[in-house]
């Protein structure tokens, strides 16, 4: 029997391209976006958002 590699799972890191800071900045204000409508109905989800965006950011201070 051969071996099989399967990329189910597997992820691909973002390397320092024009493409992966445009995707990183679309990304951060979508999960500001997203933090800022759901933040008045449930906090903690909000608060959930506003972290994902805070790790987005802290990303892309170290692409640029």
Do not use: R, W
């Amino acid at each position: 029997m051969e071996n099989q590699y399967c990329k189910v799972g597997s992820t691909t890191p973002i390397t320092k391209s024009n493409d992966a800071i445009s995707f990183l900045e679309y990304q951060y204000a979508l999960f500001m976006e997203k933090a800022s409508q759901i933040k008045h109905s449930d906090a903690k989800l909000g608060d959930f958002f506003e972290g994902k965006a805070a790790k987005i950011n802290k990303m892309l201070k170290g692409l640029l």
